[in-house]
């Protein structure tokens, strides 16, 4: 009679290890139903021994990577919901093995990439990318519905001025004649008079291809030569191949104006002072003073003195 009791103990805490996995280890919502599809049949496909057949009850999508643009991490699941298996895919292109329980418990091993892009190779790849589509003659438009999922280190929601009227982050982006560019552009701002934004010290433009890391390309203090007069990226536009970034102080007459320093880059990485103007959100932005940052007419600013 014990020995039916303890089988009987046993299979209960086999069906509740086999259930578990099921009932709590979910898809990330975060990622749209392609990824994780995608994700999904890749770490099918690539854990596809006997063995691991039996073992793995369910694989789920659970995010993207820091390091990897566009690359997505799906989980593989045994029994009682412990992680057997991670996998990481660019979909279509290639699916590699993270780690697997027993190498990772036992080696500590995690397998990714050949090379993991540090700072210096992804600002490389990001300033190939605005060269490209700059060569192309794209042009720069908004994107008012951008799902912003990780704000760059040491800034916070609130430094995101430009916004769609449902309160959601804007960012630029190439427009590549009737498609959208896979490199987007953030522009980050920090309190002054005419912002009012606590604990914010961070302030220029960021950039990202696809889900990617933020990564700086202009930093507004530097540029500008200043910590005391505080200068936030008011506009970007692309003229004669080469990519805009105005840059306002909050020492003007009032309602947002300031003195404003043009900045240009052919490459990313260069940048050239253009001119130096008097900014008036009114003539400068397509709707007044309404922080869409959609940039009506630069040219249209009265010059003033630049700066030493």
């Known amino acids: 009679m014990t020995i039916k009791k303890i089988l009987l103990a046993i299979l209960i805490i086999l069906v509740i290890g086999v259930i578990i996995p099921f009932l709590f280890i979910r898809n990330n919502k975060a990622l749209s139903e392609k990824d994780i599809k995608c994700a999904n049949l890749e770490n099918n496909l690539i854990l596809n021994n006997p063995i691991e057949n039996m073992l793995i009850l369910k694989t789920v999508a659970i995010g993207r990577s ?89 800034t916070h929601n609130n430094q995101i001025i430009f916004k769609n009227q449902d309160n959601q982050p804007s960012v630029y982006i190439f427009e590549e004649k009737e498609n959208l560019s896979n490199l987007a552009f953030l522009s980050i701002f920090r309190g002054n008079t005419n912002y009012n934004i606590p604990n914010s010290t961070e302030s220029g433009i960021w950039a990202r291809i696809g889900r990617g890391r933020w990564q700086q390309i202009l930093d507004a203090s530097a540029l500008a030569g200043t910590t005391t007069i505080r200068f936030n990226p008011v506009g970007m536009f692309v003229k004669d191949k080469k990519l805009f970034v105005d840059l306002a102080d909050d020492r003007g007459a009032g309602s947002g104006e300031g003195n404003l320093l043009r900045y240009y880059t052919t490459d990313g990485r260069e940048w050239t002072r253009e001119n130096c103007y008097y900014f008036i959100p009114d003539n400068y932005y397509v709707n007044g003073f309404d922080l869409k940052g959609l940039v009506r007419d630069p040219w249209s600013l009265t010059k003033n003195t630049c700066p030493n």
Do not use: H
């Open 66 to 154: 820091d390091y990897y643009p566009d690359t997505i991490i799906s989980r593989a699941y045994t029994i009682f919901g412990i992680p057997y298996a991670e996998v990481t895919t660019i979909c279509d292109v290639k699916t590699v093995v993270r780690w697997r329980l027993y190498s990772r418990l036992v080696y500590g091993e995690i397998n990714d990439f050949p090379s993991v892009p540090d700072k210096n190779t992804y600002q490389t790849q990001i300033e190939n990318y605005i060269k490209s589509e700059l060569e192309n003659n794209y042009e720069l438009t908004i994107l008012a519905n951008a799902q912003i999922d990780k704000m760059p280190p040491g």
